[in-house]
């Protein structure tokens, strides 16, 4: 089944201790990226790859960081996170973003609270 | 820059009822236009698009036409179901930027039997 996964879906942390959430597409998509979903605000998007070891940074960048070592996995790290990291995220993958749009498949969520 | 607004929520709705969620929006260039729906505990699906001016998406009895004069892009159903319960995303993308999505905030739609 086509898909994208992401672990954890549920996280309860502290301010200060760094996490990962992990992102796993199986479609073979170059393009992925990471939102986060906020009350009133809908998505914004975080960072996003167009490809392996290619990575650029969204609306909302700061406190995250990513890695695109693999083309089906691309992790989203909170280095020192802070409680207005709460958040629910999302994951997205699709084909390559060339002159158009590709429709961006979305994982489950995960929501992370930050203590 | 870009923007979406849609309306606040939530909308609560009996079935069989008529459904338009308003959705409006600003863009540097010419914009694709799109609906989403997050149903509870699940990430976003697509449920519709329009990429030029006039064009109606549909899919699964939503309809929303591109509306490029008024900036608009609502959502119609004539008839809800329970089953329609969700969140509504809509969203907009540049021609020339891939795939960059800005979204509205989102509305919630609660159908009641």
């Known amino acids: 089944e086509a898909q994208v996964t992401q672990n954890p879906r549920y996280l309860i942390t502290v301010t200060g201790k760094k996490l990962t959430v992990t992102c796993s597409q199986n479609?073979?998509?170059?393009?992925m990226s990471w939102y986060r979903q906020d009350p009133g605000l809908g998505l914004r998007q975080i960072y996003y790859?167009?490809?392996?070891?290619?990575?650029d940074k969204g609306d909302v960048p700061e406190g995250y960081k990513v890695s695109r070592k693999e083309k089906r996995n691309f992790p989203l790290i909170l280095e020192s996170p802070s409680p207005n990291q709460t958040s629910l995220y999302f994951c997205?993958?699709?084909?390559?973003?060339?002159?158009?749009?590709?429709?961006?498949?979305f994982g489950p969520g995960t929501r992370l609270t930050v203590l | 820059g870009n923007s979406v607004t849609q309306m606040e929520g939530p909308v609560t709705l009996s079935e069989e009822a008529f459904l338009t969620i308003n959705c409006t929006y600003t863009?540097?260039?010419?914009?694709?236009l799109f609906w989403y729906v997050q149903y509870p505990g699940e990430g976003l699906q697509l449920l519709l698009k329009?990429?030029?001016?006039?064009d109606k998406g549909s899919n699964k009895g939503f309809e929303a036409t591109y509306r490029k004069e008024t900036t608009s892009f609502h959502l119609e159903k004539g008839s809800v179901q329970v089953s329609d319960s969700a969140v509504y995303f809509c969203?907009?993308?540049?021609?020339?930027?891939?795939?960059?999505?800005?979204f509205g905030g989102g509305t919630r739609l609660m159908v009641k039997p």
């Open positions: 479609m073979n998509h170059e393009y």
């Open positions: 790859s167009m490809n392996v070891e290619v990575t």
């Open positions: 969203a907009l993308t540049l021609n020339n930027a891939g795939n960059m999505l800005t």
């Open positions: 863009a540097t260039g010419y914009p694709s």
């Open positions: 997205a993958s699709s084909l390559a973003a060339g002159g158009g749009y590709n429709e961006q498949f």
């Open positions: 329009a990429t030029k001016a006039d």
